[in-house]
Nanobody, 121 residues
């Protein structure tokens, strides 16, 4: 079993910054892509950014320049640095990871429980 635990959310004023972390634990062979999604009240979950095990990143256009995704493979952790936050960034932020199992090497996608980010105007 694999567990993803996010941290770093909270309340911040518009223009402020937050850094989210998500660490994978459990028994697995490897972690491939990791990513961040978010879900605002009354809206569908949307992609924020992804990062491969080699460090190649992909961002939703609206978040380019403000958000930076990174990872530490030795710590099985992915980060999301969020700068110049806006009230519309308010959402629950979820991380995910594509994990290869120890025995079969099959890939499964796991999700964290989410961390709340609230940006006040």
């Amino acid at each position: 079993q694999v567990h993803l635990v996010e941290s770093g959310g909270g309340l911040v004023q518009a223009g402020g910054s937050l850094r989210l972390s998500c660490t994978a634990s459990g028994s697995f062979f490897s972690i491939n892509d990791m990513g961040w999604y978010r879900q605002a009240p009354g809206k569908e979950r949307e992609l924020v950014a992804t990062i491969t095990s080699g460090g190649r990143t992909n961002y939703v256009d609206s978040m380019k320049g403000r958000f930076t995704i990174s990872r530490d493979n030795a710590k099985n952790t992915v980060y999301l640095q969020m700068n110049s936050l806006k009230p519309e960034d308010t959402a629950v932020y979820y991380c995910n990871a594509d994990v290869a199992t120890t025995v079969s090497r099959r890939m499964y996608r796991y999700w964290g429980q989410g961390t709340q980010v609230a940006v006040s105007s």
